[in-house]
């Protein structure tokens, strides 16, 4: 791990730590906001189980009509006293008026024997609260606790929290989640019990988690409590340290952010720009590594200008356009410029050029940093994007290319170089690392 990542590492560990000692009654530690005033529900309204997608295509008129219809509901299952947010069991949830992305989120509650309650993150379900003393619902888990992202698909990282962490009913809890993309991390009274996640779409498991939403307090049947809900919203900077935070055990920095040493082919078209690797204006070609590398991991920063166009070359052979002759083309591409509004969905950033399609809409406004994570096992592809993943392929079972296949010759490639594709714009690369797997590690 590096010095910078070290550094890193601990200061997100000294910022879950400190608010659990910080002022409480409703007042918001240093750097959080408080969502909830101790008095009124000012800044929320009701909204049940609803599809954000659904929501958004409603127009203003029917809009209007469902948030009336829900506050009514609302008005008769939720109240505030001495400072506590009551709910009776039923109705609709509370749901924040403001949308949010990358956050930092504290909510302490309390609740009854048998409740089954959560909070949604994004408008999706949801960090788990139940009765780990009841046994009806144990063949789903309650007894492993409270805290889990319970609607990941069965069997996978985050459902069941690490540890029953919950307090005895009657006592207040505490939740802490950091949650960057899809990547979310749970404590709950001082205990992780999700560590780095990747919490599911629960209205569309095939797409990522969408890249901002609504946070709600979710009713189920018991009555429950809550106070102190303080956010803080991270900036991309404080969202890519605790990216490069996690999993860095085993990467080795390939560009040592002064000069080209250990990269060959374009060396001529590109520069070092404030310890970053940027592509000159009106100029290209492919800037790729000594070394060859079959299975690995790769973890780069990139920002792009307005119309920015590059690519990552993956297995690269040291001749032609990577996109053809390697493996595959990772896009790099401002996929939201209007003069790339027609392009082919195996075009916008993050896709396999020419073959596979990566979701869209997880890209940080231009001229911010964004992180980006690529593993590369076999013939498997896959992609993270500032925390959510956007592809996740395999390549081997690629039948329809945009092109003929037979201008593809580098399809099957089983190793070769790692690079970048200049396209004559101005992307900017730093931070950019390494670590091989299976047998090369």
Not at 59 to 82: G, I, Y
Request: aromatic residues 10%.
């Amino acid at each position: 791990m590096t010095l910078r990542n070290v550094t890193a590492s601990a200061a997100l560990c000294l910022g879950i730590l400190s608010p659990l000692y910080a002022q409480e009654d409703n007042q918001p530690p240093e750097g959080f906001e408080a969502l909830f005033n101790g008095t009124d529900l000012a800044g929320w309204h009701g909204m049940g189980h609803f599809d954000p997608r659904t929501l958004a295509e409603l127009d203003d008129s029917a809009r209007t009509e469902k948030r009336e219809a829900d506050l009514e509901d609302l008005q008769k299952h939720w109240k505030v006293e001495n400072g506590e947010i009551i709910n009776d069991g039923h109705g609709v949830f509370l749901t924040t008026d403001r949308q949010f992305g990358d956050i930092e989120l504290w909510v302490d509650y309390k609740t009854v024997p048998k409740a089954d309650s959560g909070i949604y993150l994004r408008t999706s379900p949801q960090v788990q609260i139940w009765d780990p003393k009841n046994e009806d619902i144990w063949s789903l888990g309650a007894d492993k606790g409270s805290g889990g992202l319970w609607n990941n698909n069965a069997g996978t990282a985050g459902k069941d929290p690490l540890v029953l962490a919950d307090n005895p009913l009657g006592q207040w809890n505490r939740f802490r989640i950091v949650q960057v993309g899809a990547r979310t991390s749970v404590w709950l009274n001082g205990k992780q019990v999700v560590d780095h996640a990747i919490m599911h779409n629960f209205w569309d498991r095939a797409v990522p988690l969408f890249a901002r939403g609504m946070a709600q307090l979710q009713t189920h049947g018991g009555e429950i409590r809550w106070k102190n809900i303080f956010v803080k919203e991270l900036s991309n900077a404080e969202s890519n340290e605790i990216l490069a935070s996690h999993g860095e055990d085993g990467f080795e920095s390939i560009f040592n952010g002064t000069d080209f040493e250990g990269w060959q082919g374009a060396t001529k078209n590109y520069e070092v720009k404030d310890g970053a690797i940027a592509c000159k204006s009106d100029a290209g070609g492919t800037l790729y590594t000594n070394e060859e590398y079959g299975n690995f991991v790769a973890r780069f920063e990139f920002k792009l200008p307005p119309k920015g166009n590059n690519g990552i070359a993956i297995r690269f052979p040291g001749n032609g356009q990577s996109c053809y002759t390697g493996m595959c083309e990772l896009q790099v591409l401002d996929s939201e410029h209007p003069d790339y509004a027609d392009l082919d969905d195996r075009q916008y950033h993050g896709s396999a050029y020419g073959k596979v399609a990566a979701h869209r809409g997880h890209l940080r406004p231009l001229g911010e940093w964004n992180f980006q994570e690529v593993t590369v096992d076999g013939s498997q592809i896959r992609v993270e994007l500032n925390g959510s993943v956007i592809m996740d392929a395999d390549i081997s079972q690629v039948t329809e290319f945009m092109a003929d296949r037979d201008k593809f010759p580098g399809h099957e490639r089983t190793t070769g170089y790692f690079g970048f594709c200049g396209h004559d714009d101005p992307v900017e690369f730093r931070a950019v690392r390494i670590k091989r797997l299976g047998a090369e590690s």
